[in-house]
């Protein structure tokens, strides 16, 4: 999200989508409150990041490069 702030959208989405592929994100797995802190960090980033995902995931805009394309995937995979 400090990426995106600073206007470095490239490396945001790139943070992100690693972050994204890095951490066990199954809820089933969360055994302490830490974990769910994690999620809501997770979403946060979701809307500052990708402030288009909801019309990228419903098929109304399509990604507008490999980095937002390959964050998308990540997302999809969760």
Same mark, same amino acid.
């Given at each position: 999200? /400090?990426?995106?702030?600073?206007?470095? @959208?490239?490396? %945001?989405?790139?943070? =992100? *989508?690693? %972050?994204?592929?890095? =951490?066990?994100?199954?809820?089933?797995? %969360? *055994?302490?409150?830490?974990?769910?802190?994690?999620? %809501?960090?997770? @979403?946060?980033?979701?809307? *500052?990041?990708?402030? $288009? !995902?909801?019309?990228? !995931?419903?098929?109304?805009?399509?990604? @507008? $490069?490999?980095?937002?394309? !390959?964050?998308?995937? /990540?997302?999809?995979?969760?």
């Amino acid at each position: 999200m /400090a990426h995106e702030r600073a206007g470095h @959208r490239p490396e %945001a989405l790139r943070s =992100f *989508t690693h %972050a994204l592929q890095i =951490f066990d994100w199954d809820p089933s797995h %969360a *055994t302490d409150p830490d974990h769910w802190m994690y999620h %809501a960090v997770r @979403r946060e980033a979701e809307r *500052t990041v990708i402030p $288009n !995902l909801e019309a990228l !995931l419903a098929g109304r805009e399509s990604p @507008r $490069n490999e980095d937002e394309r !390959l964050a998308l995937l /990540a997302v999809q995979d969760q």
